[in-house]
């Protein structure tokens, strides 16, 4: 036996061996195929935390792999440094947060080192350094060109004690205040800078040239939120235009009202003396609640009527005018035909307030009574003008309708109706004509707002000018740099604002004194939405002067290394960063930086480590598991392959710490097997089935871990090595002899390698103590040969009637007829044929013999 396993040694012995020879730097090299694998930074938070661990140790183990099996494989790391974090640190500290945020990013380093991961660190990038954030800079000086970047006026939250605007979390509670003063926050409109995502919304829906999970894609589409139908213009009586979007114009003569959201510019012009002091409350109250909370399908449906009416433009009907806050002027036009018949919310406010519920479309054989609830299914128009009797479709398109539908829905199917006779196509067309009307698409994503009123983010590089108006700052003087010597408000205030001397500027056009920088910071979704480029060589014209044709990035280390194979990190952020990045690749493409126009070709999504108690971790709950206390106590191997086989990946679960015992137990066998194995053949020759056996467990080991790492299965690999080991051992013990032979050394040998990836530590030390050439992480991935892998003898079951009577072990090569045979002599079988009368036999090879016997 030798000495005892020891992970606290042999760990830190071969992360400072792995840093000083640069095991992991990743270069060109044309002669292999290169992958280009990526897990999400983190935010440098203080402390790594166990789901970083989670995310980065089993992308780390599949990373290894691939360049065992011979890529050129990248895979770096970062921070993602900006954010609201430092600055309440900076508040509640008393110190600056980008001394917080580089203690922060030193310690956290240290953890990531401490993990054994094959990060390459001379790429690292830290958004929040000047040599980084200036490209943040050049980027949106290009996007401002390309028309991609504008200012708009847009709401925020604001507290008005703490004289600032608010982030999503600084607001508490359902009564919305201030988590500083308590104070009720309201919602203020400011002048903001937007990205112009949309100009991209129609590429954003084809998924077709990348890999993701089927979820990403349908949260992301639905995000998107792409409506077909009408674009309708409805009048007030005083002549102003209220144009609608429809998704059903075939439902116009059932509006009976019109909501307008309110926010609409016109609610003020509009409302009646009468209705006021009514609908002024109204606005305030509503200016104080989140879109979300506005939205609610389960929330009362309030309003109230403005005293002023529109006319219907399809039927001329007087209808009133109310606003309610379940219309956002976000989305759409902030002005909708109520159809209460058809809506389910339409009906439930119509209810309310008394409001009519004309029937404009129906089932086919609708008894003619009023409905107590909305029908928005396909159906019959009634109640319609020269279109009663019309066939309609609702919410599908004429080339989604299918027989199926129609016989479902009792109406006629896809021969029989055109965008003539289709109810729903026939109105628009008809709108058309009538010029008040027309074929429109809308969608629920809005333009990206990246302004924040924070000072710990990537400034942004443009100037206002009472002469010229705003100016963007010239690529040479980037970056704007943050300044140091500001005053943190206990308010929140950002302290740009009062910074003279940072706000204070001359206009780089006209040369006016007056000029001012603007003071609010960049959306960090910004920094992280090209972080995947910066990795192609960060610094590479630090301290050059820039212009407005230089790159971001090593064309050269762009060309070989992008885009990025393989994408890990958490489904949270399918509809932000991950929308983000796509955006920003399609911007590059058009801008000539790169030729192609997703950023990852393949995205895998893992799940989340909650506490032993079953809830998420948080210091609150007292249930956080510290990654740094298990690392000190059962070293890093142990800690990452608990993670990998504790749960299957995509889905997480309850941490268990008497299941990461069992790892560290398995890792001391394999210590001990490994290390009690002589590695020198002798005379002695085992027995020959003994060695097939063998190599049939060695192959089938390798073809099993191999397959499990292809679909990101690394809780049934580490099981694999787990009944690899086991077989080891119950080999030696059946046949001592055979630890003497080549086949056990080359066994053996397959082991450790089959072990590398996933521990990596443990993995090396066994390499170089049985002798082998340094490092075992550049050893090719062991091959499986099938016909080795092959089983001699196999276990199928045996069916009489369909039901499992007896199983049978028989040779994987043998004939049908041999199989049934021997299907009938099974002991738990006779007794089910004897004596009746055998219909058929049937041989599924490999699986079954089903035995079907003549009924009485």
């Not at 929330?299 to 005293?307: D, L, M, P, Q, Y």
């Not at 009690?676 to 089938?700: F, G, I, M, W, Y």
């Not at 075992?776 to 080795?788: G, I, K, M, Y």
Request: aromatic share 12%; proline share 6%; glycine share 6%.
């Amino acid at each position: 036996m030798g000495d005892k396993y020891n992970p606290q040694v042999i760990e830190k012995k071969w992360q400072e061996k792995w840093e000083a020879d640069g095991l992991y730097r990743s270069t060109i090299d044309h002669s292999k195929e290169k992958y280009y694998a990526m897990t999400m930074y983190p935010y440098p938070s203080g402390d790594l935390h166990m789901g970083h661990w989670y995310a980065m140790a089993p992308s780390d183990a599949r990373a290894r792999w691939l360049r065992m099996k011979g890529y050129n494989v990248l895979f770096p790391m970062g921070f993602d440094s900006f954010g609201l974090p430092a600055e309440n640190a900076a508040i509640k500290r008393n110190i600056h947060p980008n001394e917080w945020t580089y203690a922060n990013i030193k310690r956290m380093r240290s953890q990531l080192r401490s993990m054994g991961a094959m990060f390459d660190w001379e790429r690292e990038c830290i958004t929040s350094d000047p040599r980084y954030y200036k490209w943040s800079q050049w980027f949106f000086l290009k996007l401002y060109d390309m028309g991609l970047a504008y200012k708009k006026m847009s709401p925020v939250d604001f507290c008005p004690t703490c004289n600032t605007t608010l982030a999503r979390e600084q607001v508490w509670g359902e009564d919305r205040h201030c988590e500083r003063c308590g104070t009720p926050v309201i919602k203020k409109d400011l002048e903001q800078w937007f990205f112009k995502i949309t100009a991209y919304v129609e590429e954003l829906l084809d998924f077709s040239k990348m890999n993701w999970p089927e979820r990403v894609q349908s949260m992301q589409t639905n995000w998107i939120g792409r409506s077909e139908g009408a674009e309708v213009i409805f009048k007030t009586e005083q002549s102003h235009e209220l144009p609608i979007f429809t998704t059903r114009p075939d439902t116009l003569w059932g509006a009976t009202f019109m909501v307008l959201a309110p926010e609409h510019p016109l609610v003020q012009e509009l409302t009646t003396d009468e209705q006021r002091a009514e609908v002024e409350a109204y606005v305030a109250q509503a200016a104080r609640q989140t879109e979300i909370d506005r939205m609610a399908l389960d929330k009362e449906k309030t309003g109230v009527f403005i005293g002023a009416y529109a006319i219907n433009p399809v039927n001329n009907q007087r209808i009133p005018i109310w606003i309610a806050d379940y219309v956002l002027m976000t989305y759409g036009t902030g002005a909708i035909m109520a159809v209460p018949c058809g809506d389910e919310r339409d009906f439930e406010f119509a209810q309310k307030y008394g409001l009519p519920i004309p029937v404009v479309v129906a089932p086919p054989n609708w008894d003619g009574q009023p409905f107590e609830e909305a029908y928005t299914g396909p159906g019959v128009m009634f109640n319609s003008g020269h279109f009663t009797g019309y066939a309609t479709i609702g919410k599908y398109r004429l080339d989604e309708w299918t027989d199926e539908l129609a016989v479902e829905y009792n109406l006629p199917g896809p021969a029989a109706l055109t965008p003539e006779t289709e109810g729903r196509t026939a109105v628009t067309r008809w709108l058309e004509e009538k010029g008040i009307g027309k074929f429109a698409v809308t969608y629920r994503l809005r333009d990206w707002l990246i302004s924040r009123q924070r000072y710990w983010g990537c400034p942004i590089p443009m100037i206002t000018c009472p002469t010229c108006g705003i100016v963007p700052v010239p690529y040479a003087d980037l970056p704007v740099l943050l300044p140091e010597d500001v005053q943190f408000m206990p308010t929140g205030e950002s302290p740009l604002k009062f910074h003279e001397g940072f706000r204070q500027v001359k206009c780089p056009q006209c040369g006016s004194e007056e000029a001012e920088r603007e003071t609010d910071t960049m959306d960090t979704f910004m920094c992280s939405s090209w972080y995947q480029y910066s990795y192609m060589d960060p610094h590479w014209k630090n301290g050059q002067q820039l212009s407005r044709d230089d790159l971001p990035f090593d064309p050269v280390e762009g060309d070989y290394w992008l885009p990025v194979d393989q994408y890990t990190g958490g489904i949270e952020h399918a509809t932000m960063h991950l929308l983000y990045t796509r955006f920003f690749t399609k911007a590059m493409r058009d801008m000539g930086l790169v030729k192609f126009g997703e950023p990852m070709k393949a995205l895998f999504n893992q799940g989340i480590i909650l506490g032993e108690d079953r809830e998420k971790m948080s210091k609150s709950r007292g249930n956080v598991i510290a990654p740094d206390d298990l690392v000190r106590e059962y070293g890093a191997d142990t800690v990452r392959g608990y993670l990998m086989f504790g749960f299957r990946w995509e889905q997480g679960g309850p941490w268990d710490s008497n299941g990461i015992l069992g790892v560290e137990r398995f890792l001391e066998r394999v210590w001990d097997l490994v290390l009690t194995s002589p590695v020198q053949k002798t005379s002695d020759e085992p027995a020959a089935d003994a060695l097939r056996n063998l190599c049939r467990r060695q192959h089938q080991a390798i073809r099993r871990i191999t397959q499990d790492y292809e679909k990101f299965s690394f809780n049934t690999m580490v099981a694999g090595l787990m009944e690899y080991t086991n077989a080891l051992i119950a080999a030696r013990s059946e046949n001592t002899s055979i630890v003497h032979s080549n086949a056990w050394t080359e066994a053996i040998q397959t082991l450790v390698l089959l072990m590398a990836p996933s521990f990596p530590h443990i993995a090396e030390e066994l390499w170089q103590r049985i002798g082998q050439p340094y490092s075992v992480h550049q050893q090719s991935w062991p091959t499986w040969d099938e016909a080795l892998a092959r089983e001699d003898v196999i276990e199928i079951a045996v069916q009489v009637n369909g039901k499992v009577r007896d199983k049978i072990e028989i040779p994987v090569d043998i004939e049908a007829g041999e199989a049934k045979a021997q299907a009938r002599a099974a002991e738990g079988v006779r007794r089910y044929v004897e004596g009746k009368k055998v219909v058929k036999e049937i041989y599924v090879p490999g699986r079954l013999v089903n035995i079907v016997t003549a009924s009485k």
